[in-house]
T-cell receptor
Framework: DTEVTQTPKHLVMGMTNKKSLKCEQH?????MYWYKQKAKKPPELMFV???????INESVPSRFSPECPNSSLLNLHLHALQPEDSALYLC???????????????FGPGTRLTVL | SQQGEEDPQALSIQEGENATMNCSYK?????LQWYRQNSGRGLVHLIL?????REKHSGRLRVTLDTSKKSSSLLITASRAADTASYFC??????????FGKGTTLSVSS
Protein backbone atom coordinates (compact mmCIF):
# COMPACT_ATOMS: atom_id res chain seq x y z
CA ASP A 1 0.00 0.00 0.00
CA THR A 2 1.71 3.16 -1.22
CA GLU A 3 -1.19 5.47 -0.52
CA VAL A 4 -1.48 8.50 1.69
CA THR A 5 -5.09 9.38 2.44
CA GLN A 6 -6.41 12.75 3.52
CA THR A 7 -9.81 13.73 4.85
CA PRO A 8 -11.85 15.70 4.17
CA LYS A 9 -11.32 16.44 0.49
CA HIS A 10 -12.98 19.83 0.81
CA LEU A 11 -13.60 22.00 3.85
CA VAL A 12 -15.35 25.33 4.18
CA MET A 13 -15.12 27.02 7.55
CA GLY A 14 -15.77 30.34 9.16
CA MET A 15 -13.12 32.34 10.94
CA THR A 16 -14.45 31.33 14.36
CA ASN A 17 -14.71 27.60 13.65
CA LYS A 18 -12.47 24.81 14.88
CA LYS A 19 -11.81 21.99 12.45
CA SER A 20 -9.21 19.29 11.87
CA LEU A 21 -7.54 17.79 8.84
CA LYS A 22 -6.53 14.16 8.94
CA CYS A 23 -3.77 12.26 7.16
CA GLU A 24 -3.03 8.54 7.26
CA GLN A 25 -0.36 6.26 5.80
CA HIS A 26 0.38 2.58 6.28
CA UNK A 27 3.75 2.36 4.58
CA UNK A 28 5.74 2.32 7.80
CA UNK A 29 7.19 5.74 7.05
CA UNK A 30 8.53 7.54 10.09
CA UNK A 31 8.57 11.04 8.63
CA MET A 32 5.35 12.92 7.91
CA TYR A 33 4.84 16.41 6.56
CA TRP A 34 2.25 19.15 6.20
CA TYR A 35 2.47 21.52 3.26
CA LYS A 36 0.36 24.50 2.26
CA GLN A 37 -0.09 25.27 -1.42
CA LYS A 38 -1.68 28.35 -2.90
CA ALA A 39 -2.91 28.40 -6.49
CA LYS A 40 -0.13 28.34 -9.10
CA LYS A 41 2.53 28.21 -6.38
CA PRO A 42 4.79 25.41 -5.13
CA PRO A 43 4.07 23.60 -1.87
CA GLU A 44 5.37 25.40 1.20
CA LEU A 45 6.55 23.27 4.08
CA MET A 46 4.69 23.86 7.35
CA PHE A 47 5.63 21.03 9.72
CA VAL A 48 7.76 17.88 9.81
CA UNK A 49 7.27 15.01 12.20
CA UNK A 50 10.02 12.44 12.62
CA UNK A 51 9.33 9.37 14.73
CA UNK A 52 6.14 11.04 15.98
CA UNK A 53 8.00 14.08 17.26
CA UNK A 54 7.76 17.55 15.78
CA UNK A 55 11.14 18.24 14.22
CA ILE A 56 10.45 21.27 12.03
CA ASN A 57 7.97 24.12 12.41
CA GLU A 58 8.46 26.63 9.64
CA SER A 59 7.29 29.58 11.74
CA VAL A 60 3.67 28.65 11.20
CA PRO A 61 1.07 30.76 13.07
CA SER A 62 -0.33 29.14 16.20
CA ARG A 63 -3.79 28.97 14.66
CA PHE A 64 -2.40 25.85 12.96
CA SER A 65 -1.68 23.08 15.46
CA PRO A 66 -0.23 19.77 14.29
CA GLU A 67 -0.57 16.49 16.12
CA CYS A 68 0.88 13.05 15.49
CA PRO A 69 -1.12 10.54 17.59
CA ASN A 70 0.83 7.56 16.23
CA SER A 71 3.22 6.60 13.46
CA SER A 72 0.41 6.28 10.89
CA LEU A 73 -1.65 9.37 11.64
CA LEU A 74 -1.09 13.07 11.31
CA ASN A 75 -3.63 15.74 12.17
CA LEU A 76 -3.72 19.46 11.60
CA HIS A 77 -6.02 21.33 13.96
CA LEU A 78 -7.37 24.63 12.70
CA HIS A 79 -8.73 27.46 14.82
CA ALA A 80 -9.52 31.11 14.14
CA LEU A 81 -8.22 30.98 10.59
CA GLN A 82 -8.11 33.91 8.23
CA PRO A 83 -9.39 34.06 4.63
CA GLU A 84 -5.78 34.16 3.41
CA ASP A 85 -5.32 30.67 4.89
CA SER A 86 -7.53 29.30 2.12
CA ALA A 87 -5.34 26.86 0.18
CA LEU A 88 -4.70 23.23 -0.66
CA TYR A 89 -3.21 21.46 2.36
CA LEU A 90 -1.06 18.51 1.46
CA CYS A 91 0.21 15.73 3.66
CA UNK A 92 3.21 13.60 2.73
CA UNK A 93 5.28 10.80 4.21
CA UNK A 94 8.71 9.36 3.53
CA UNK A 95 11.20 6.77 4.69
CA UNK A 96 14.11 7.85 6.83
CA UNK A 97 16.87 9.48 4.92
CA UNK A 98 20.01 7.53 4.11
CA UNK A 99 23.47 8.62 3.02
CA UNK A 100 21.88 9.88 -0.16
CA UNK A 101 19.57 12.22 1.71
CA UNK A 102 15.82 12.34 1.95
CA UNK A 103 13.91 9.73 0.04
CA UNK A 104 10.80 9.90 -2.06
CA UNK A 105 7.88 11.71 -0.52
CA UNK A 106 4.44 10.22 -1.03
CA PHE A 107 1.70 12.83 -1.14
CA GLY A 108 -1.95 12.60 -0.33
CA PRO A 109 -4.55 14.20 -2.63
CA GLY A 110 -4.89 17.19 -0.34
CA THR A 111 -7.68 19.03 1.44
CA ARG A 112 -9.05 22.10 -0.33
CA LEU A 113 -9.71 24.57 2.49
CA THR A 114 -11.83 27.68 2.10
CA VAL A 115 -12.05 30.15 4.98
CA LEU A 116 -14.97 32.54 4.82
CA SER B 1 11.82 30.07 0.90
CA GLN B 2 12.11 28.27 -2.44
CA GLN B 3 15.55 27.22 -3.55
CA GLY B 4 14.79 25.80 -6.97
CA GLU B 5 13.91 27.92 -9.94
CA GLU B 6 12.31 26.22 -12.90
CA ASP B 7 12.57 27.38 -16.46
CA PRO B 8 10.40 27.90 -18.41
CA GLN B 9 7.44 28.83 -16.23
CA ALA B 10 5.08 27.53 -18.90
CA LEU B 11 5.55 25.27 -21.91
CA SER B 12 3.06 24.37 -24.65
CA ILE B 13 3.82 21.60 -27.12
CA GLN B 14 2.10 19.15 -29.45
CA GLU B 15 1.69 15.47 -28.74
CA GLY B 16 4.72 13.51 -29.81
CA GLU B 17 7.15 16.36 -29.20
CA ASN B 18 9.76 16.35 -26.46
CA ALA B 19 9.48 18.64 -23.43
CA THR B 20 12.49 19.93 -21.53
CA MET B 21 12.34 21.71 -18.19
CA ASN B 22 15.25 23.11 -16.27
CA CYS B 23 15.83 23.64 -12.58
CA SER B 24 18.51 25.71 -10.89
CA TYR B 25 19.36 25.79 -7.21
CA LYS B 26 21.67 27.74 -4.96
CA UNK B 27 23.39 25.54 -2.38
CA UNK B 28 24.88 22.06 -2.25
CA UNK B 29 22.38 19.22 -2.16
CA UNK B 30 22.10 15.58 -1.19
CA UNK B 31 19.69 14.82 -3.99
CA LEU B 32 17.24 16.43 -6.37
CA GLN B 33 13.77 15.11 -7.05
CA TRP B 34 11.16 15.82 -9.71
CA TYR B 35 7.42 15.71 -9.01
CA ARG B 36 4.32 16.07 -11.18
CA GLN B 37 1.06 17.63 -10.06
CA ASN B 38 -2.16 17.40 -11.98
CA SER B 39 -4.46 20.35 -11.43
CA GLY B 40 -5.56 20.62 -7.81
CA ARG B 41 -4.25 17.18 -6.89
CA GLY B 42 -1.43 15.79 -4.80
CA LEU B 43 2.13 15.55 -6.09
CA VAL B 44 3.46 12.37 -7.65
CA HIS B 45 7.15 11.50 -7.41
CA LEU B 46 8.79 11.00 -10.79
CA ILE B 47 12.50 10.50 -10.24
CA LEU B 48 15.28 11.08 -7.71
CA UNK B 49 18.86 11.77 -8.69
CA UNK B 50 21.63 11.80 -6.10
CA UNK B 51 24.37 14.38 -6.00
CA UNK B 52 26.97 11.85 -7.23
CA UNK B 53 24.85 10.88 -10.25
CA ARG B 54 24.80 12.69 -13.57
CA GLU B 55 21.90 11.11 -15.42
CA LYS B 56 18.93 8.85 -14.73
CA HIS B 57 16.22 7.39 -16.89
CA SER B 58 12.74 6.18 -16.10
CA GLY B 59 10.53 5.23 -19.01
CA ARG B 60 10.07 8.37 -21.13
CA LEU B 61 11.81 10.53 -18.51
CA ARG B 62 15.44 11.52 -18.54
CA VAL B 63 16.94 13.63 -15.77
CA THR B 64 20.39 15.15 -15.73
CA LEU B 65 22.21 16.82 -12.87
CA ASP B 66 25.16 19.18 -13.10
CA THR B 67 26.33 19.97 -9.58
CA SER B 68 29.03 22.34 -10.84
CA LYS B 69 26.34 24.51 -12.43
CA LYS B 70 23.78 23.73 -9.73
CA SER B 71 21.22 22.77 -12.33
CA SER B 72 19.09 19.86 -13.45
CA SER B 73 16.92 19.15 -16.45
CA LEU B 74 13.91 16.92 -16.98
CA LEU B 75 13.25 15.64 -20.48
CA ILE B 76 9.94 14.01 -21.35
CA THR B 77 10.12 12.28 -24.71
CA ALA B 78 7.17 11.66 -27.04
CA SER B 79 4.80 13.74 -24.92
CA ARG B 80 1.16 12.75 -24.52
CA ALA B 81 -1.89 14.79 -23.57
CA ALA B 82 -1.83 12.96 -20.22
CA ASP B 83 1.54 14.59 -19.46
CA THR B 84 -0.25 17.93 -19.09
CA ALA B 85 0.55 18.97 -15.51
CA SER B 86 2.80 21.13 -13.37
CA TYR B 87 6.31 19.83 -12.79
CA PHE B 88 8.36 20.75 -9.73
CA CYS B 89 11.95 20.11 -8.84
CA UNK B 90 12.73 19.71 -5.15
CA UNK B 91 16.11 19.77 -3.50
CA UNK B 92 17.25 18.05 -0.34
CA UNK B 93 19.89 20.38 1.03
CA UNK B 94 20.15 19.43 4.67
CA UNK B 95 18.52 16.04 4.95
CA UNK B 96 15.56 17.43 6.84
CA UNK B 97 13.11 18.76 4.27
CA UNK B 98 12.62 19.26 0.55
CA UNK B 99 12.60 22.73 -0.93
CA PHE B 100 10.36 23.00 -3.97
CA GLY B 101 10.98 25.19 -6.98
CA LYS B 102 8.32 27.40 -8.54
CA GLY B 103 7.37 24.80 -11.15
CA THR B 104 6.83 24.53 -14.88
CA THR B 105 3.32 24.22 -16.27
CA LEU B 106 3.32 21.86 -19.25
CA SER B 107 0.44 21.78 -21.71
CA VAL B 108 0.40 19.04 -24.34
CA SER B 109 -2.21 19.39 -27.04
CA SER B 110 -3.40 16.66 -29.37
Amino acid sequence: DTEVTQTPKHLVMGMTNKKSLKCEQHMGHRAMYWYKQKAKKPPELMFVYSYEKLSINESVPSRFSPECPNSSLLNLHLHALQPEDSALYLCASSQDGDRGGLGTQYFGPGTRLTVL
Amino acid sequence: SQQGEEDPQALSIQEGENATMNCSYKTSINNLQWYRQNSGRGLVHLILIRSNEREKHSGRLRVTLDTSKKSSSLLITASRAADTASYFCATDQAGTALIFGKGTTLSVSS
